[in-house]
């Protein structure tokens, strides 16, 4: 079998297409054939073999691994090569080409994740034994693989993986611990002295990968590292090691030596004690004085910051945040609530190390240093103005210096805000008047004061009168001119979004929306105009909003920013100021009808250009979304463009469905409610329907409600044409559905049945069985329940013969021997006990309606046995439904009239098409349309008149004596 896997492992890696995915075939079929997993191990182990051949033996290798080494996998690999693989992995530590080398510790990690320590004892004793060798190349890919084994089995989370991880911790940490202290004081000796550079950077890697292995071993190896003299010993260490290797990296540099591998190993460093803060909190307590004179010392000293690099600057100042907002140290407020010694030394510890003048001086130092536009900033502004002005988000603080600067300025402030508010408002005042606009050093500063002033604009609410300072000041500095002032002019613009919702006046919004339209002149730098949008949506997202106010500056805004958005060419910034026209026109409603021809126009262009770009389109679709709602039935105009839209977002077989799929099915709903008549192409939409249905029930709502506006657009078209396949996805989903789902689907046959009750029965027939069966066995839940009664009165007051049918059917499937009376029976005994649940009140007068027209001509012997619960449920229905007027006659209150609609349809929402539409079918609903008082009397009349004076009597003697007398207040017999 070797040399025909080599053979295909060649076709494998072939250029040709066809003879690529030939290959791959046959590779798939010979996953599960026994004897392939060693002949790929041979193949690997077989030096005089094409890399690329080896490469894609043990890429196959680490796919079987995965997919059949598992006891319980469907086709698992035999336990006799498996035991060959265990064998034969562990002698090949002589791979000199590298990315194969750390191929093979990565499928060696694999197999351990599942069989280590129990099935594979001796893996971990013979890399250790290994890499006490003198073999250079051996040692090196013994670390390598336990690197890559500890990071598995530290992986595991369940309790038994845990613990045997803890026993290997305790077996090993001494001895990697002891190796890692020799490698890297041979390499700080080999640094120092100068020694080879080669051999310098193998000592340093392999220090580097002990180290890797020491930090997974002691966030994940001790239940507590401070019971372990050794991890405590360790943890210690690693300041001097950092400070060493800081110094090191320093000299590396000034001979002009490669220091990319020193610096990871000092950053893998601080990952060892933000690793162990985080997962151990509690005994790293001793360690936070040490850790944060370590953190501030290179980061706000000069001395420190002068062997500091950013990557390591950035760890530690996420090292300051961490020690600082763990919820594990409390804060100081609740000390005396708190019993635990350890929590009590952290605060102490904490407020010790931060006295009023090592705030003021981070503060201060986090402001006038880091807080400052770099060179390579402003240089970026200039070329790439666009990606300049994009804010990074996110978890970006991790990774990147302004975030990161960002986001422990406002921790600190926030914690100590008594002690640094003052100081804060000190570097406010000396800078807020404006300054020389050649002085770049001075607006430098100035924009960093104010973009701390932003950050802390909640914490500074009762230190800073804002509307004073933007009436004088900040309207001022928006005036100059100079390029150089731009950096304030972006700057001040950002300030006002920030303070906007948090202290600007209601008579001030005026004046910032003129600034705005100012600011917003195509003129103006591209920096300061997408800050300037910015802030205007951050003011129009508040509370406050009056679109009123705002109606006078609203086109001028209007086309200011669609000119930017024309003019802006980054994927992002175009999401951006779109997602800002957007959030107007949602905000000002139909006041934005006379300004949105240009956009609406433009958006087709923009639609064609996004192709590529799914998040610019899900921004477009957004935009179209709160364009029809507010253009309503006028917004026909736009109906090509919103179909192509629509068609596009929700057909599963298009890529970008993953995407576009939620926010196409509201757009999709937003051009049903304001279509005013059905056209080919939104009817031609519907296609996709299906197809929806059986992807999954995730968007079922929203398919739901698309349903029921195609069934009142165009019934016609709906019952003849488009619902048969529906109805039959429908009938497959109803089982598998939870109550809520159910409900829902029982809503659009409800609909079906309200729109056109003989065609809507004939429709839903295929469903009907399953309904009725069960309401007879009564066995739902009362939300399912009601609708499912629901559904069975309707049938019953619109198509008594599918009625009759429906129930001669359940007859039949329950067995031979049932009759039709005594289902009908059933069903009305159990109707009838699940009525009093029902709790809405239109529901309750259907059902009794529906029960009124069991007592008429036609209606079996069997109903009169239930004569009185019948009677007891349509009285106490006719109680909650009855209302007096004035002269004190008796008025069913949901009957709908030439007079003013009830009550509870005062708040109804009738502008769009499709709400019209609803009304009109409300207008027809027999619940709205015919009166139950009328109907019962009637109903009584005839009963009497079928049954005869003395049987009436004799069944009217049945009714509870209570019931009897509120009957007699409705009807005159």
């Not at 021809?597 to 064609?608: I, K, N, R, V």
């Amino acid at each position: 079998m070797e040399a025909a896997v080599i053979e295909v492992l060649r076709q494998a890696v072939s250029q040709d297409p066809n003879v690529l995915k030939s290959a791959e075939e046959t590779l798939k079929q010979w996953e599960t054939q026994r004897g392939f997993y060693i002949a790929l191990y041979n193949v690997l182990s077989n030096h005089s073999l094409a890399i690329e051949v080896r490469w894609m033996a043990v890429v196959y290798l680490k796919i079987g691994v995965e997919r059949y080494w598992r006891k319980n996998a469907p086709n698992a690999i035999e336990d006799n090569e498996k035991e060959f693989l265990r064998q034969h992995l562990l002698r090949n530590f002589d791979e000199p080409m590298s990315p194969l080398a750390i191929q093979l510790a990565v499928l060696i990690a694999k197999i351990a994740r599942f069989d280590c320590p129990r099935e594979w004892g001796t893996l971990v004793p013979t890399l250790l034994e290994v890499i006490r060798q003198e073999n250079s190349l051996a040692q090196r890919q013994a670390v390598l693989t336990l690197h890559h084994v500890v990071k598995a089995l530290a992986s595991r989370r369940l309790a038994d993986g845990q613990r045997l991880f803890r026993e290997l911790t305790a077996t090993m940490f001494n001895f990697i611990l002891n190796l890692w202290n020799t490698y890297t004081e041979s390499f700080l000796i080999m640094a120092s002295n100068g020694a080879d550079v080669n051999q310098t950077q193998e000592t340093l890697e392999k220090a580097l990968l002990l180290l890797r292995i020491l930090r997974q071993l002691i966030v994940n190896g001790f239940s507590k590292p401070s019971e372990s003299q050794d991890a405590m010993l360790f943890l210690k260490v690693v300041f001097e090691r950092a400070r060493t290797c800081l110094e090191c990296r320093k000299t590396l540099a000034s001979r002009g030596m490669q220091v990319d591998v020193c610096e990871k190993f000092i950053i893998h460093l601080t990952k060892v004690l933000i690793g162990v803060i985080d997962m151990h909190p509690f005994c790293y307590v001793e360690l936070i004085p040490t850790s944060l004179e370590f953190s501030v010392f290179y980061c706000f000293t000069e001395a420190g910051q002068a062997l500091a690099f950013e990557r390591f600057i950035i760890q530690c100042l996420n090292l300051i945040k961490t020690i600082l907002l763990s919820t594990y140290y409390r804060p100081a407020k609740i000390i005396e609530e708190t019993k635990d010694p350890l929590v009590l030394r952290a605060c102490q510890l904490r407020q010790e190390f931060f006295t009023p003048e090592i705030l003021t001086e981070i503060c201060s130092r986090l402001v006038t240093h880091y807080f400052l536009l770099t060179p390579a900033d402003l240089e970026m502004w200039d070329t790439q103005p666009e990606n300049f002005a994009i804010d990074d988000g996110g978890e970006s603080w991790k990774y990147s210096l302004r975030p990161c600067t960002e986001s422990l300025f406002l921790a600190i402030f926030h914690h100590y805000r008594d002690i640094l508010a003052s100081v804060l408002v000190d570097l406010m005042r000396q800078h807020h008047q404006p300054v020389d606009p050649n002085n770049l050093h001075a607006i430098l500063v100035k924009d960093a004061v104010y973009r701390a002033v932003g950050l802390a604009a909640f914490d500074l609410y009762d230190e800073v009168n804002f509307d004073q300072w933007f009436s004088t000041t900040l309207k001022e500095e928006l005036k100059v001119r100079n390029n150089n002032y731009r950096i304030i002019r972006r700057r001040v613009c950002w300030l006002i979004g920030q303070w906007t919702n948090i202290k600007l006046s209601e008579e001030l919004r005026p004046e910032l929306y003129k600034l705005m339209i100012e600011t917003l002149n195509p003129e103006e730098d591209l920096g300061v105009r997408l800050a300037a949008s910015n802030a205007l949506k951050q003011a129009i997202d508040d509370f406050q909003f009056d679109p009123e106010k705002f109606s006078p500056f609203l086109e001028p805004i209007f086309s200011l920013l669609f000119s930017l958005l024309k003019e802006v060419n980054e994927c992002d910034t175009k999401m951006h100021v779109l997602s800002v026209l957007s959030f107007i026109i949602e905000r000002v409603g139909n006041g934005i009808k006379p300004h949105v021809g240009a956009l609406s126009s433009y958006l087709p262009e923009l639609w064609q250009q996004s192709e590529i770009y799914n998040m610019l389109r899900c921004a477009i679709v957004s935009t179209l979304i709160h364009l029809e709602k507010a253009l309503g039935s006028e917004s026909v105009n736009l109906e090509p463009l919103v179909v192509g839209v629509v068609a596009l977002s929700v057909d599963v077989n298009q890529e970008g469905h993953v995407y576009l799929l939620e926010d196409g099915l509201e757009l999709w709903i937003a051009l049903l409610e304001n279509t005013p008549s059905p056209t080919p192409p939104i009817m031609d939409l519907f296609r996709n329907m299906p197809a929806l249905l059986d992807q999954s029930s995730e968007n079922l709502r929203l398919c739901l409600y698309i349903i029921q506006m195609y069934v009142l657009l165009s019934p016609q078209d709906f019952f003849t044409q488009r619902s048969t396949v529906i109805i039959e996805s429908l009938k497959t989903l109803l089982s598998d559905l939870r109550s809520e789902g159910r409900v829902m689907v029982l809503k659009l046959f409800e609909i079906c049945l309200r729109t056109s009750p003989q065609q809507g029965a004939e429709l839903i027939k295929p469903v009907l069985l399953k309904i009725f069966e069960s309401v007879y066995y009564g066995d739902e839940y009362s939300s399912v329940m009601t609708m499912q009664l629901s559904v069975v009165a309707r049938v019953l007051l619109g198509s008594r013969d599918i009625f009759v049918q429906i129930i001669s059917d359940l007859a039949r499937s329950i067995g031979t021997e049932t009759r039709e009376d005594i289902v009908l029976g059933k069903l009305i005994h159990s109707w009838v006990n699940a009525m009093p649940l029902v709790t809405q009140i239109e529901r309750r007068k259907l059902l009794a309606l529906a029960l009124c027209s069991l007592l008429g001509a036609n209606s079996p012997p069997t109903v009169l046995e239930y004569f009185p619960q019948i009677i007891l449920n349509i009285v106490e229905t006719l109680n909650d439904v009855t209302k007096f007027d004035d002269m004190g006659y008796p008025v069913d209150s949901l009957m709908i009239t030439d007079q003013p609609s009830p009550s509870q349809y005062e708040d109804v929402d009738y502008d769009t098409e499709h709400a019209q539409r609803q009304k009109r079918l409300l207008f027809n609903d027999p619940v709205h349309s015919i009166s139950l008082k009328d109907t019962l009397q009637s109903q009584l009349i005839t009963l009497r008149g079928i049954v005869g004076d003395h049987q009436f009597d004799q069944l009217m003697l049945t009714l509870n004596s209570e019931i009897d007398e509120q009957l007699k207040d409705y009807i005159s017999l």
